[in-house]
C-alpha cells in the first residue's frame, strides 16, 4: 500500500493531514554544526517559532573517497541529528541533492566523482547509476524517519538551484524518480526555474509544485517560494573545515573531522 504524503500543495497552501498548515523552515545543516552543539541550536529554532529546520545532504563530507564505505558515524550521523530535530519539537525537510551548491566544496560531489563521470546535473545513465548507489546507502537511512513512519521528515528536494548550470529538462524529474522508487513517500519539491521542472514522473502527481515552478516552502518572513540559496550562508567549507571565498563567521563551526 502506498502512503500518502503527510504535506501537499494544493489550492495556493500547504495541508498537513487534510487540514491547511503553515510551514516556516530554517537551514541548519548538520556538516557545519558540531555535533556537540546540535541539540541547542535546534532547540533555539524551536524557540524562535520555526516549525522545520530544513538540511542539505553533503555527498562528500560522507565518502570523501571511492575506496571507501559512507560513513554516517559522529559528525556525519545524520539520523542522530534528525531525531534531536524531532525531540525539539521539529519538522524536518531533507535535501539530498545530490548537488546542493549551499556554498560547499564542490557543490557536495565527491571529487572522486566528479573527476569520472560526465553528464553532470543530466540524465545521462552513467551519471544517474553512480548518484543511484549513493541513494542506495543513504535513503535507507532517512525512511523509517518519514512522517508516515512517525518521525520527523516531512519532505524532500529534488536536486538544488537546478539552471544555474546545466539545462537537461529531464534531469530534476529523474532524480524525484530515483527517491520515489526508493521509499520516498513524502512531499517531492523540484527545484529550478519552471523548464527545468516541466518534466515530472507520473509518482510526482501527489506533491505539486508551487505556482511559481520552484519548490514551495516558505522561510519565515517570506511572500514567495523559498529561494534555496540563503544570503546568510556560511562561505564555502571544504572537508578539513578551511574556508574558501571569505572569512567564516559561524561561531557554531569548529574543525570538521578530517576525511579517512
Given at each position: 500500500?502506498?502512503?500518502a ?14 487540514v ?15 555535533p ?19 538540511t ?15 560513513d ?44 569520472g ?33 512517525g ?5 524532500f528536494q ?11 529538462p ?35 502527481a ?10 514551495p ?44
Open positions: 500500500m502506498t502512503l504524503p503527510t504535506l501537499h500543495w494544493s489550492s495556493n497552501r500547504f495541508w498537513r493531514n487534510g491547511p498548515t503553515r510551514v516556516v523552515a530554517g537551514s541548519m545543516h548538520y556538516f557545519r554544526v558540531h556537540e552543539q546540535w541539540a541547542d541550536r535546534l532547540q533555539r529554532l524551536s524557540d524562535l517559532g520555526v516549525t522545520s529546520v530544513d542539505y545532504v553533503a555527498w562528500n563530507f560522507h565518502q570523501p573517497s571511492a575506496a571507501a564505505e559512507p554516517f558515524s559522529g559528525w556525519r550521523d545524520i539520523e542522530h541529528f534528525l531525531s534531536l530535530a524531532a525531540s525539539a519539537g521539529l519538522d524536518a525537510i531533507v535535501r539530498p541533492g545530490p548537488y546542493i551548491c549551499a556554498e560547499w566544496n564542490n557543490g557536495g560531489y565527491p571529487v572522486w566523482f566528479t573527476a563521470v560526465r553528464g553532470l546535473r543530466t540524465a545521462r545513465p552513467d551519471y544517474l547509476d553512480e548518484v543511484a548507489r549513493w541513494f542506495d546507502v543513504l535513503l535507507p537511512r532517512l525512511l523509517p524517519l518519514q512522517a508516515t513512519h518521525g520527523p521528515i516531512i519532505a529534488a536536486e538544488n538551484e537546478f539552471g544555474s548550470y546545466g539545462d537537461d529531464h534531469a530534476v524529474a529523474v532524480i524525484a524518480t530515483l527517491l520515489r522508487e526508493r521509499g520516498v513517500t513524502e512531499l517531492i519539491s523540484p527545484t529550478g526555474p519552471r523548464r527545468a521542472c516541466s518534466v515530472r514522473a507520473p509518482s510526482m501527489s506533491s505539486p509544485p508551487s505556482p511559481s515552478g520552484r519548490g516552502t516558505r522561510r519565515a518572513g517570506s511572500r514567495g517560494p523559498v529561494d534555496q540559496r540563503s544570503p546568510s550562508s556560511p562561505p564555502n567549507t571544504g572537508a578539513d573545515g578551511s574556508t574558501i571565498g571569505g572569512r567564516s563567521t559561524t561561531s557554531d563551526r569548529r574543525r570538521v573531522p578530517p576525511a579517512h
